[in-house]
């Protein structure tokens, strides 16, 4: 088996463990596997190992290693980072799944587009639950700020072309992965906040987590997480 391939195993098992401690059921987690500023072969080796979900950030790059790819009929692409409008012709040719959507305005220009492409997508709102000013996503650390949050929701539900179905978050990077601990939480009760009360269906996923602190989501209630270089090694970039 390929370095990649053991990897991608080691951080299954990481999950499913973190899933048997929480008792959860298994299976219940997506292991998106980061490959931003990874090069076309390395990402080739995770999808010849089983890698089925992958998480790209920029999207000209990511339309330039697909290229280079084969077998990746079953890969299910994931866009987790900053979304400029000039980029988002390769989101609606490449991608699958949009879990960094940060704000109403981006999502009417979104949908505007898929209508066009006469496609739809899954997408999910990234929310900062930190405070942290550097992070994008709907502010949303002060709970006084929820209420407007699900007007929001709303309209964007009412968007055609996008199927809402969860929340998206980073945390700041602490000194220990328990430091997410308290984030991890924050999301999961935003979430059940939502579904209480939002008009509609209810979103069901929540994606947190990274390398460095996917355990402690997965036990958090995580059903996505983003996983890069725990299983790709270390990025040339970004
Ligand atoms: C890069 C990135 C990750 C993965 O980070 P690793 O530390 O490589 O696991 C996850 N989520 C987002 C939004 C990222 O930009």
Partial sequence: MSEIGERLLLVQNGVNAALEKAHREAGLVKLV????????EKMQALIDAGGRYLGENYPEETAEKIAELKNIEQVEWHMIGHIQSRKIKFLTKYFNFIESVESLETAQKLDARFLEAGRKIQIMLEVNVSGEVSKQGFALAEKENWGAFIEDVNRIDRLASLELVGLMTMPPLGEHAESS?????????????VNEH???????????GTSFDYSVAVEEGATIVRVGEAIMGARIYA
């Avoid at 596997?33 to 076309?40: E, F, H, I, L, S």
């Fill in 198 to 208: 939002k008009i509609g269906v209810k979103m069901t996923e929540l994606s947190m």
């Fill in 33 to 40: 596997v980061v490959t931003k500023g990874q090069p076309a």
């Fill in 181 to 193: 601990r308290i984030y991890f939480k924050r999301l999961r009760e935003l979430l059940a906040y």
